[in-house]
Nanobody, 125 residues
């Protein structure tokens, strides 16, 4: 069984920073990369950022580009998300996930086969 565990969420004020981390445990598995999604109350889970193990290529949602930075370690199956200049609209449960489908659909949930339980990020104004 594969288990992804996020940490680092919390309550911060607008303009503050947070760093989320995610580590995989359990049986060995292969992935094309790892990513972060988030889900705000009443909304669909949406793509935030992803890193591909080949070339360490990163992709970001337009809403976080320039403020968030994703990094990861393919050997350890770990991924982090540095979030700067946080805004109230960043408030959501953040999920890490491992991408098991190759190709360009890195922003779709269907490309990810393993998910964490999520960590709450709340940004007050």
């Amino acid at each position: 069984q594969v288990r992804l565990v996020e940490s680092g969420g919390g309550l911060v004020q607008a303009g503050d920073s947070l760093r989320l981390s995610c580590a995989a445990s359990g049986r060995t598995f292969s992935s094309y990369g790892m990513g972060w999604f988030r889900q705000a109350p009443g909304k669909e889970r949406e793509f935030v950022a992803t890193i591909s193990w080949i070339g360490s290529t990163t992709y970001y949602a337009d809403s976080v580009k320039g403020r968030f930075t994703i990094s990861g370690d393919s050997a350890k199956n770990t991924v982090s998300l540095q979030m700067n200049s946080l805004k109230p609209e960043d408030t959501a449960v953040y999920y890490c996930a491992a991408r098991i489908v190759s190709g360009s659909n890195y922003y779709t949930k269907r490309s990810y086969g393993y998910w964490g339980q999520g960590t709450q990020v709340t940004v007050s104004s």
